[in-house]
């Protein structure tokens, strides 16, 4: 019984936690492409990871490529607000 309780709460937790993590990309997305001054028909992401920058709660790396061939890596940090993360910047190089 006590198992079925832990799966039961995992598989509700699931949705929620995915939900956030897509939260975080469309935000990393959002900022990367200002930066930069593209949009989607201009240049893709084409990855993320997450990585550790100093005095950051949350950084996530991006791998752009513009369609002119020209490829780019950002970092976008965030930080820990009352209810969820804001981006606090990004640079790309």
């Known amino acids: 019984m006590k198992g ?3 799966a039961a709460l995992v598989f509700v937790s699931a949705p ?3 939900g956030k993590m ?3 990309y469309t935000m990393t997305n959002e900022s990367v492409y200002d930066v930069l001054g593209f949009d989607e028909g201009i ?3 084409e990855g993320h990871k997450f990585v550790s920058v100093a005095g950051a ?3 996530v790396q ?3 490529r513009a369609y002119n061939g020209k490829s780019y890596t950002c970092v976008t ?4 607000s009352e209810y969820f993360y804001q981006v ?3 640079t790309c190089k």
């Open 62 to 64: 991006t791998t752009v």
């Open 57 to 59: 709660d949350l950084a």
């Open 22 to 24: 897509k939260e975080i």
């Open 16 to 18: 929620a936690f995915a």
């Open 77 to 80: 940090t965030f930080v820990d």
């Open 43 to 45: 240049a893709a992401i």
């Open 4 to 6: 079925l309780l832990i």
């Open 88 to 90: 606090n910047y990004t």
